[in-house]
């Protein structure tokens, strides 16, 4: 086991984004001209200044006002930044709130049932989960932290057991499992016996894969190539687990019906490969043959959303290495077009997807390490 391996930027990588910064910003620009003149789905980003080294960023409206609104968690500060939306993309910082050690990723969900939208963040360092209560003002209660697993890099909110309420599941790097907390409905979680996966796992997504209405789980696992898929029996354990393999370090897994025919697909960004992995479900919790999509350098995450209203899936990756976000936009048959790319800052890794400007089309958040800031990207279909 190779604890050591951290998701976050090596000294390394940052030193090889400083030596490729010009060209990299020269390529940019001349990437965003191509994107723009062949159309473009998004507006050149606009930045944010959040925390030190943002690893991830959730979008929800936490004020009220109809508007999205931005939570980022910042590893170097171990803190959450609240930004405040407006409605026409631009976002004001409001309040930071600590959370545990080294913050790796956040969600949003209803924990309680004030209506309010909630906050939840993994801490590698002192194997914790954080969980924020929202007072529905765009403010937060102090954070209250529960135990799970060794050095969690990433969570999902879903309704695991039946109980309508929202619960969450933690991929545990240094374990090799999954915690599963179940929500009591007022804020506070119970832990179950945590679930094996494979080697490392760092990214976890939740959808039904088997069409049998209770919520599965999809674990993608580093060191192992592969994504743990975990049937769930509607009462918050998971008895059957089947592997499926994908590339070269894989960080990040999203589950989405990307040919449209009622089966959850599940694709991956591959580190190692700098493309992404593709496999279509066959609605009983298997999955058809890999196909694979060429991306930006150094794919750190990846996220599935209808982004052109096409009416099909398509995907975002953050490219780490090239301060880029590859789209790629699928067509009716689950496969993809070429990936067009949008500047945004320097290694960005956490995305997010939502409408956060009023108008038509989803918009993209991305948290950039390098920058310590948050690019938005707007769309404009
Ligand atoms: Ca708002
Ligand atoms: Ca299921
Ligand atoms: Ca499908
Ligand atoms: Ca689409």
Redesign the pocket.
Known sequence: MIVNHTRGPASSASSRARRSLTIGATLSLALAATAMAAGALFAPADNFDVGDDPESVAIADFDGDGAGDLAVANRGDDDVSILLGDGAGDFDLDDDYAVGDEPQDIVAGRFNGDGAQDLAVANRMDDTVSVLLGLGDGTFKPARDRNVGSSPRALVVAALNGDGKRDLAVANFNDDDVSILTGQGHGKFRRKADRNVGETPRGIAA??????????LAVVNDMDEDVSIL??D?EGSFPARRDFAVGSMPFSVTLSDFDDDGDSDFATQNSGDNNVSVRLGKGN?SFGAEANYDVGANPFEIISAELNDDGNRDLAVSNADDDDVSILLGKPNGTFEPADDYAVDDFPIGLAVANVDGADGRDLAVANVGTDNVSVLINEP
Not at 207 to 216: E, K, L, Q
């Open positions: 959808a039904d894969v088997d069409n049998d209405r209770r919520t599965d049937l769930g509607g919790g």
